[in-house]
């Protein structure tokens, strides 16, 4: 153990077991319908096929998602650039405690050091978001991305990929509304402006994968999550069945889709955000790209009135989407000794 800081050390209730035990994964879905001219009969499949994976699983994987490879590779291709950068190189983007975005390898999850180095960004610039999460205080911070100035392919590639999952996350918002009896639009009419977020993840290899994980367990407090991960593997589900932690299968050029908190609340508990985490491995590195699904800052976020009735009131009072960020921003950069922001705290 002598290699590791303590600070990245799981309590032992949270410690990885490294073994791999053969279950069974998070549901495949091909999107080839949604892509294509489709038939009513093939759309509704594909609304069933999604909706059951968001209540049982809370996760899903898809194939033929319409992302044009060379886009992912490009991408990938000037991640792995950036993260072969010097730490003097890196540092020069470092995010600091006003401006959130760029490279810093210090994050905590639940206050343990996550063992991953990451580089973040908006897709909107610049974004603007409150500068406290007091509702009575109206400052705001503008947040800007920063970019290495000797690796100009980083900054296009992450833009063009944006773009990219922004486009299937509205087909996704799409079939997701229609699969809970809303109309088509009634979920991605909240983004029209959104503030999503873009981060690069790599997990270098680590002498105690037993020990540490590069992700402690979370939940994504955002809409939906699209992530695209490389041949390594490390991501695990909590299978909402048992609890048991489910290693997620690396499926080429494959998307993992995930519900987050968001949509947990304006379902009113219909899809619930599911808890992950992500393995390390003792000699290889792994690079995943998150891509966050962010409604505009100034969005408060309740239960749907079309999802709550007498029977089925709302089990979440109204939060708003910016001051929530800026209050997990604030405990992501410092170690504190109090449980992060959660949408608990907002249960009725
Ligand atoms: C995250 C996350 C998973 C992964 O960044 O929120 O869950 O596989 N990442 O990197
Ligand atoms: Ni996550």
């Known amino acids: 153990m002598g290699e590791v800081d303590p600070a990245f050390i799981q309590a032992l209730e949270h410690q990885p077991k490294i073994i791999i035990t053969e279950a069974e994964g998070i549901p495949l879905i091909d999107l080839s319908p949604l892509i294509s001219c ?27 998602h319409g992302v044009p490879l060379k886009c992912r590779e490009k991408i990938e291709s000037a991640a792995r650039k950036f993260f072969g950068l010097s730490n003097e190189e890196k540092k020069k983007v470092s995010r600091n405690e ?77 079939f997701i509304a229609l699969s809970l009896g809303l109309p088509k639009t009634r979920l991605s009419g909240i983004f029209k402006d959104h503030d999503s977020f873009l981060r690069l993840n790599h997990y270098p290899p680590c002498p105690a ?17 699209i992530l695209g991960q490389d041949e390594v593997g490390g991501l695990e589900v909590k299978r909402k069945a048992d609890g048991e932690w489910i ?69 979440y009072k109204p939060y708003n989407w910016g001051e929530f960020l800026a209050k997990r921003a604030r405990s992501n950069f410092e170690k504190l000794d109090v449980e992060n922001i959660q949408i608990s705290h907002f249960r009725i």
């Open 209 to 225: 994968p037993h020990l540490v994980l590069g992700v402690g367990r979370h939940k994504d407090p955002n809409a939906l999550t």
């Open 38 to 64: 489709n038939t009513e009969a093939e759309d509704s499949s594909l609304v069933a096929e999604i909706g059951d994976a968001c209540k049982n699983w809370g996760f899903f994987q898809v194939i033929n």
């Open 98 to 174: 006003v401006n959130p975005l760029g490279y810093y390898d210090t994050e905590h999850t639940k206050n343990v050091r996550d063992w991953k180095e990451v580089f973040d960004l908006t897709v909107k610039k610049p974004t603007i978001i409150p500068s406290s999460h007091q509702s009575d205080d109206k400052e705001l911070n503008q947040l800007m991305n920063q970019w290495p100035e000797d690796l100009p392919e980083l900054k296009e590639a992450c833009e063009e990929y944006a773009e990219e999952m922004a486009k299937l996350a509205f087909k996704l918002l799409e």
């Open 247 to 315: 290693p997620v299968k690396p499926t080429p050029n494959a998307y993992i889709i995930n519900v987050g908190d968001l949509i947990q609340v304006w379902s009113n508990d219909e899809y619930v955000s599911v808890e992950h985490r992500v393995m390390v491995n003792s000699e290889k590195e792994r690079l995943s790209i998150p891509f966050f699904l962010n409604p505009p800052n100034s969005t408060w976020v309740e239960p749907l009135e079309e999802l709550i009735n007498k029977q089925n009131p709302a089990k």
